[in-house]
């Protein structure tokens, strides 16, 4: 055993095991109310389970083709030129992947050469500075402005360098809400013109998106489409988090590239939900009503807890929403958010595992509110005592 050990040189020796897989262990251990990983605690559509087992029953269960069942990726081309004007070829540039999360780390292994630099924005989506480094690049990170999580584009301008390879950017935004305005889209486009710097937009929150604020896909700005990669998923969409369907949308010259890593990351996508999502996401509907559904328990939680001594951060998308602390401790994050599962029984996220460092976090802590109605009464109850 003791060789085995000694065999084995890290990559990534300071890596630590999740923020959302410790605190939801945490959370089942002293039988918290977990607010902390962002998972509905309610089902998906019947319909869309019937559609599964349809597929099922009739034989669809071997591999799927590499890039995805073609039927849906051609009811995504249609739905993504229906609701931001681009065409992608269902043939050569949109592919399926097992989740989100493998397509940003097929994008970036795709893309990313040693010592590449790549901008990302934190507090950030904790997959990102890891892969980036595992493919050798170096994370340059540039702090978004608290309280409305806002980018400062001049600051961006000046991190450029002739290293410079990617932009990541998330809207809606995980953990903070914020959303990108046109304006930041345009001063994204003059930043990047005229440069060979690649835009990787993290888009799996799009429909979750509140207060009629338009989400700014890249699919928009055919500036960006050329150099882009748009990363979307169902499970966000449609409640189905642990299926882990996911999707890329790139320019062939791009996704040539990156189906060559990403037949022998995954190779082929559940092949039965495949077949179903192609049916279920023609009814517009399904991700229509999310907008009113989620906004609705976004005011819930805000309205249940303003008075407790949480101060209520601006949240314009996704189902997550940052409360400041500092009037209640000055303990770290990491300690305050054990301490709510310890003594309170409630769980949450701290937002320091989103920075590089630390030192850069806040007194903030991330809610989920994608839960039932009565989870989200009990969990106020429980942050209106403390």
């Known amino acids: 055993m003791n060789k085995t050990h000694q065999l084995v040189k890290s990559k990534h020796p300071n890596l630590q095991l999740s923020i959302f897989a410790v605190m939801s262990q945490m959370a089942s251990e002293y039988g918290a109310i977990n607010l902390s990983q962002g998972f509905p605690d309610f089902n998906c559509s019947n319909r869309l389970i019937e559609r599964v087992n349809h597929y099922m029953e009739k034989g669809k269960n071997q591999y799927a083709p590499m890039p995805g069942i073609l039927k849906l990726r051609e009811a995504l081309a249609e739905k993504v030129e229906e609701l931001y004007g681009a065409q992608f070829h269902p043939d050569t540039e949109i592919t399926i992947t097992a989740g989100a999360t493998q397509a940003l780390y097929t994008a970036i292994t795709t893309l990313i050469h040693p010592g ?15 892969v980036i480094e595992y493919n050798a690049g170096k994370p340059v990170y540039i702090n978004m402005r608290y309280p409305d999580y806002r980018i400062n584009w001049d ?3 000046d991190a450029i360098s002739d290293k410079t ?10 953990p903070t809400g914020a ?5 930041d889209i345009k001063y994204l486009i003059q930043i990047v013109q005229g440069t060979g710097i690649f835009i990787v937009s993290d888009e799996v929150y799009e429909h979750i998106i509140f207060d009629d604020i338009r989400h700014e896909s890249v699919a928009r700005y ?12 169902f499970g966000k969409t449609y409640h189905t988090t642990g ?11 791009i996704m040539t590239e990156f189906r060559k890593l990403h037949q022998f990351i995954t190779f082929a996508v559940n092949t039965p939900v495949q077949w179903a999502f192609a049916d279920y996401i023609k009814d517009d509907s399904h991700y229509e009503q999310l907008r009113e559904f989620y906004q609705h328990k976004r005011d819930l939680l805000k309205n249940l807890i303003t008075g407790s001594r949480f101060r209520i951060l601006p949240c314009k998308g996704t189902y997550f929403q940052m409360v400041d602390y500092e009037q209640i401790s000055q303990v770290p994050d990491m300690d305050f958010a054990k301490q709510l599962i310890r003594e309170h029984k409630i769980a949450t996220v701290p937002i320091s595992p989103f920075y590089e460092s630390a030192r850069n976090a806040r007194h903030v802590l991330r809610l989920c509110f994608a839960k039932k109605d009565d989870t989200l009464k009990k969990a106020a109850e429980v942050l209106c005592r403390i």
């Open 116 to 130: 590449d630099e790549v901008i990302v924005f934190e507090p950030a989506y904790d997959a990102y500075g890891p």
């Open 155 to 157: 600051e961006v301008q």
């Open 165 to 174: 390879r990617m932009i990541i950017i998330n809207s809606p935004h995980n």
């Open 179 to 183: 959303v990108l305005s046109p304006e």
């Open 222 to 233: 055919p500036e960006l489409t050329d150099r882009g990669l748009i990363i979307s998923s």
């Open 243 to 253: 299926w882990k369907i996911g999707y890329c949308l790139a320019p062939e010259h």
